[in-house]
């Protein structure tokens, strides 16, 4: 079960240093320099297996930073795979950040707009 996390880490890591090679523009160029810092604090809690937990501080402060519409523009079916779009919006909420009703993160759509979580 271990080497499964790790294998899907890499490969995980591995389909977004492509994407960010592949996509160099100005915005995303911007939006995706935080991306290494965000899987490396906060792949636990947004890995497809298992249940949402609450992020750590390491976690939130990085996440605190994210331009969370840019990195969901960034989300390709691949890294869905592997990254739960639906633990992404939890941890972010969970850091004190607002995700918008219907904002698309790769093919996940948010579903209501709660706002923050206190």
Same mark, same amino acid.
């Given at each position: 079960?271990? +080497?499964?996390?790790?294998? /899907? &880490?890499?490969?995980?890591? +591995? !389909?977004?240093? =492509?994407? &960010?090679? !592949?996509? $160099? /523009? ?8 935080? *991306? ?10 947004? &890995? $497809? ?11 939130? /402060?990085?996440?605190?930073? !994210?331009?969370?519409?840019? +990195?969901?523009? !960034?989300?390709?079916?691949? *890294?869905? $795979?592997? *990254? /739960?779009?639906?633990?992404?919006? +939890? ?9 918008? $009703? =219907?904002?698309?993160? =790769? ?6 707009? &709660?706002?923050? *979580?206190?």
């Amino acid at each position: 079960m271990a +080497f499964h996390r790790v294998g /899907s &880490l890499c490969f995980a890591v +591995f !389909l977004i240093a =492509g994407i &960010l090679a !592949l996509c $160099k /523009s100005g915005v995303q160029a911007q939006c995706e320099s935080t *991306i290494p810092s965000l899987i490396a604090q906060c792949r636990q809690y947004v &890995l $497809k297996p298992g249940p949402k937990t609450a992020p750590s501080a390491a976690c939130c /402060s990085v996440v605190k930073t !994210l331009d969370i519409p840019c +990195f969901c523009k !960034l989300v390709t079916k691949e *890294i869905e $795979k592997v *990254i /739960s779009m639906e633990k992404v919006v +939890f941890v972010a909420k969970s850091c004190g950040r607002t995700v918008a $009703k =219907g904002t698309k993160c =790769g093919s996940y759509t948010v579903p209501n707009a &709660l706002g923050r *979580i206190a």
